[in-house]
C-alpha cells in the first residue's frame, strides 16, 4: 500500500516526518505533482489535517481556486 506520508517526506527530503508542517510551500509544490489518487481517502484526509490543520476536501478546493499561498 501507498504511503503519503513516506513518500512526501522523501519528495520534499525532510529527515522526519514531523518536519513536513514548516514546509508547507514544498509539500503543496509536491502535491500538485503527484497521482493522489494511489492514496486512500482516509490517507489523505489524515495527511491534510496532519500538514494544513484543513480538511482534505477544503484543501482541493483552495487549491482549485488558487487560494492557497504559503511562503
Known amino acids: 500500500m501507498n504511503d503519503i506520508f513516506s513518500d512526501m517526506q522523501s519528495r520534499i527530503n525532510v529527515s522526519y516526518i514531523s518536519d513536513m508542517p514548516y514546509y508547507k510551500h514544498r509539500v503543496l509544490l509536491e502535491m500538485k505533482k503527484m497521482n493522489l489518487s494511489i492514496y486512500s481517502d482516509k490517507q489523505l484526509e489524515d495527511f491534510s489535517y496532519y500538514v494544513f490543520k484543513i480538511q482534505f476536501k477544503q484543501l482541493k ?10 511562503k
Open 61 to 70: 478546493k483552495l487549491l482549485k481556486k488558487g487560494m492557497i499561498e504559503w
